[in-house]
Antibody
């Protein structure tokens, strides 16, 4: 069974930082392409970032320059370092594996709240 | 990266069929056969229903089907059941290695 477990969410003030982690099991992680997707009540689902099995990296316009995605194949984990956080970064952040250009495995999500 | 356009809500009676539309642009839906659909229940993570416009994972009922014409994709649910009441999201690859989602559609089974 494939499992993705996010952690690291919490409450942070505007301008602050958080690091999210996603531990993956049940698949060949080193061959997997991984993403972060976030969800807010007002804006629905929003793709945030991608890191391929070959370590190529892409970001959405709203987070580029502030967020950094990384992976550690030895730990079967993917990370999202979030800096210069803003109120509108408040969301549930999901880790998602992608296959055939779609997100076929999702974690349970971790809530990030940015507020003063 | 503009969001794809979906109706905010749809409703239909049990046993009937319903189609949810998802409109994008030539730079996303129209440019790639890489549209996916997701079902989400309250408090749960999204679940993949359809990939690459019309491919269904083995664990998804054949009552769910997808299609695409031009810049618009569609999800059709046939033989509606009460358990289908959920939120549905479309998503398209918008290259290179970026994705855009729709705003979501709340399905009510009357």
């Amino acid at each position: 069974e494939v499992q993705l477990v996010e952690s690291g969410g919490g409450f942070v003030q505007p301008g602050g930082s958080l690091r999210l982690s996603c531990a993956v099991s049940g698949l060949r992680f080193s061959d997997s392409h991984m993403n972060w997707v976030r969800q807010t009540p007002g804006r629905g689902l929003e793709w945030v970032s991608y890191i391929g099995a070959g370590y190529n990296i892409y970001y959405g316009d709203s987070v580029r320059g502030r967020f950094t995605i990384s992976r550690d194949n030895a730990k079967n984990s993917v990370y999202l370092q979030m800096n210069s956080l803003r109120d509108d970064d408040t969301a549930v952040y999901y880790c998602a594996g992608d296959l055939d250009w779609s997100f076929n495995n999702w974690g349970q999500g971790t809530l990030v709240t940015v507020s003063s | 990266q503009s969001a794809l356009t979906q109706p905010a809500s749809v409703s239909e009676s049990p046993g009937q069929s319903i189609t949810i539309s998802c409109t994008g642009a030539a730079t996303d839906i129209g440019g790639y056969d890489r549209v996916s659909w997701y079902q989400q229940f309250p408090g749960k993570a999204p679940k993949l229903l359809i990939s690459e416009v019309n491919k269904r994972p083995s664990d998804v009922s054949d009552r769910f089907s997808g299609s695409k014409s031009g810049n618009t994709a569609s999800l059709t649910i046939s033989g509606l059941q009460a358990e289908d009441e959920a939120d549905y999201y479309c998503c398209s690859f918008a290259g290179p290695f970026t994705w855009v989602f729709g705003g979501g559609t709340k399905l009510t089974v009357l």
